[in-house]
Each structure stands twice: as C-alpha cells, then as structure tokens.
C-alpha cells in the first residue's frame, strides 16, 4: 500500500464504479465523488493495489495525464443536451471553472460528459469552463491517482482545496435520495385476485412514468444488471417505481405474466409512460450516450 500525505484537510476519496457483469463481484453505481472527512487535519490517499500487473499499468496511465496546469481549459456549452457532443465520454478526472477562471470543483467520472451535463443542469452559473483529463486505461486505481494528482497540484499552488471539494460542501455532489419503498402489486399469494394480473401491470406502468420491473428490491437488488439499471436511474434523479420480480409472496406470477405482457424475455425492464424501454444494455447504452434526459422529460 502506498499513502502520501499532505495538508490541509484530509479529502478521502470514494469512487463507486458501473459495471455490465452480473457478477456479485462488481457493484455497479452511477457516480463516482468525493467524500469529505472534516475532522482530521491532513489529505490522505490511500492507493492498494492487487498485483504488479495493476501497478505497473497505472502507473503507465498517471505518467500519460497531462498536469492540471498544462491542460487546455475549454468553455462549456450553455445547453446540457450539446455537452455529450463537444466533450468526451470517456472515463476521467475533470476540472470545473466559473466565470472568472476559478477553479470550482475537481471530480472523476465513468462519463465525463454525462457529469458536467448534470452540474451544468444544477449549478450552471458556476459550470463556464473546464479542464478535462481522459484516462485511457480507467481501473478504479488509475482514476483515483488520476484525481489525486489534480488535487495535489492545485493544494501545492494555492494552499487550498477547490471551494466544491471541501468538507460538507454539497454543491457538486447529488446527496442520496430517501429509498422508496417497492411496489407490490396484490395482497398476498393466498388472496384471490379480482383482475387478471396482465391487467394490474398495465394499470402500474400506464398510471406511473418510470417503472423498473427488477429482481430484489431497489435497496438490495439481487443482480448486477438490476443493480446497473437501479443506479443509473439514481443518477439520473428519476422519480420511479420498482417492483421486486422475484417477491412470489406480492408478485406472485409476475414474471411469466411480465414476459408475456412485455413480449420481453428478460430482467430487469424499464418502462417510461407505459411503453417498454428494455432492459439493462439498452438503458446503459442510452445513458452513455447522453440520451437518457431526453427520454425522461417527453
């Protein structure tokens, strides 16, 4: 383990990482930020590495990142829609300038457009330019260091950390939203139903705008993809309902019934004002396209 320390206040840096495995092994979210600790006096980053093979390639990637200072600063498009077309959407660390060229906040991000898209969306007065750093080989290490390197850089020429990075400062960064509980959609398996349950599901996904038909609830789902859709959608700050395809105590039936409702053989799926959006490669493929925002307001 390698730990450099410097001063002022310690910024521990957390990064959540997407991932299309449905592999337990991956815990895909949306974001990646900045967690802040204001009760220790010095910034600490703490690197760990798996084996030499990961260290020798981020290394390789940190010594390819230009430094923040030698990095051209661009202005950022005034609409949120045209980012995704005039900056990049690949991994890497970013750097956020008002109007004045005031370096505002430093972050790191799967989709570097899709992340200034959302800060122009909610603080544009302070979104006019950036510096964007693309990291070629984007393991969680690699973007860490990345960061780290930006951060270190500015500290050393300032004195100070970049006013959106301090502790407690929650401008730059979407605060969790309060879980909404999954729907059930009857009373239980023993109770008979009144309506056919094709017509309980098309009653849900025409009466709600988003609806996210997963396995495992929306607080703990039970796959990778269920938990890819559920954190793109959290990113996203999408107002949806989830409904637990696997509860055979609330659901029971469902998933047979779902496929045949949805002619889709899979889950999780999606449906935006009742028509079949699809499952989790379409729903990733729009959000890193930058075409998830659209889709949502129509």
């Known amino acids: 383990m390698a730990t450099i320390n410097l001063s002022p206040p310690q910024i521990t840096f957390s990064c959540r990482c997407l991932s299309s495995s449905s592999s337990s092994r991956n815990a895909p979210t949306l974001s990646f930020y900045s967690h802040f600790s204001p009760s220790h006096s010095s910034l600490s980053v703490s690197l760990k590495h798996r084996n030499n093979t990961i260290k020798h390639r981020c290394l390789i990637t940190a010594s390819a990142l230009k430094n923040l200072s030698e990095t051209e600063l661009v202005p950022v498009p005034v609409v949120p829609e ?25 972050g790191i991000s799967r989709n570097i457009a899709a992340s200034l898209s959302a800060h122009l969306k909610s603080v544009p007065e302070l979104c006019c330019s950036v510096k964007v750093g693309v990291v070629s080989d984007p393991d969680r290490a690699a973007l860490t260091q990345a960061w780290k390197s930006w951060m270190e850089e500015h500290i050393k020429a300032t004195g100070k950390v970049p006013p959106g990075n301090e502790p407690g400062n929650a401008t730059w960064i979407r605060q ?13 398996h023993h109770v008979q139903l009144t309506v056919p349950l094709e017509e309980l599901i098309d009653k849900l996904v025409k009466e709600n705008k988003v609806v996210a038909f997963i396995k495992g609830s929306r607080s703990a789902p039970l796959c990778g993809f269920s938990q890819r859709v559920i954190g793109i959608l959290e990113s996203e700050g999408v107002d949806y309902e989830s409904i637990d395809v696997l509860d055979e105590e ?27 959006v699809g499952g989790c490669d379409i729903l990733t493929s729009m959000y890193e396209k930058g075409e998830l925002a659209g889709l949502f307001k129509k």
């Open 176 to 188: 969790p939203s309060k879980k909404k509980p999954d729907l059930r959609l009857t009373p239980g």
């Open 82 to 106: 045209e980012v995704s077309g005039k900056l990049p959407s690949d991994s890497g660390v970013y750097a956020i300038f008002d109007k004045n060229d005031e370096l505002q906040f430093i």
């Open 250 to 276: 609330y659901n029971f039936g469902l998933r047979e019934t779902l496929k045949k409702y949805s002619n889709w053989p899979t889950f999780p799926q999606i449906f935006v004002n009742g028509e079949l």
